[in-house]
Nanobody
Framework: QVQLMESGGGLVQPGGSLQLSCRAS????????MRWYRQSPGKERDLVAA???????HYAESVKGRFTISKGGAKNTLYLQMNNLQPEDTAVYYC?????????WGQGTQVTVSS
C-alpha cells in the first residue's frame, strides 16, 4: 500500500506561482511513473504532468512551458512547480503512481486562481 499526501495548494492571483508537493510513503525514485492530475467541478480528472524513472517528462499541452514536474532532494517527494497560473488552472490537484495495474492517489490539494 503506497500512501501519497499532497500539499502546497492555495489561493493565488493570475500570473502567480505555487509549488505543490507530494510526499510518498516510499522512495519515489523506485516508481516507473509518477504523475500529477487535476479535476475541476463537473469535469473529468485530467493528466497534467508525468515523470518516469528515467526522468522523462510529459506535460498536458495547456501547461507546457508553465509547469515543471520533478523529484526533490527528499527521496520520497514529488513536486509540481506551477508558474503563470491562470483561472483555468483552478482545480483539485492529485498525485498518482501505480504498481502494475494498481493505482494510488492522494487526497488532493485545492488550487484556486482568482483576482
Amino acid at each position: 500500500q503506497v500512501q501519497l499526501m499532497e500539499s502546497g495548494g492555495g489561493l493565488v492571483q493570475p500570473g502567480g506561482s505555487l509549488q505543490l508537493s507530494c510526499r510518498a510513503s516510499e522512495n519515489v525514485f523506485n516508481f516507473n511513473y509518477m504523475r500529477w492530475y487535476r479535476q475541476s467541478p463537473g469535469k473529468e480528472r485530467d493528466l497534467v504532468a508525468a515523470l518516469t524513472v528515467g526522468d522523462t517528462t510529459h506535460y498536458a499541452e495547456s501547461v507546457k512551458g508553465r509547469f515543471t514536474i520533478s523529484k526533490g532532494g527528499a527521496k520520497n517527494t514529488l513536486y509540481l512547480q506551477m508558474n503563470n497560473l491562470q483561472p483555468e488552472d483552478t482545480a483539485v490537484y492529485y498525485c498518482n503512481t501505480n504498481i502494475v495495474a494498481r493505482h494510488f492517489w492522494g487526497q488532493g490539494t485545492q488550487v484556486t486562481v482568482s483576482s
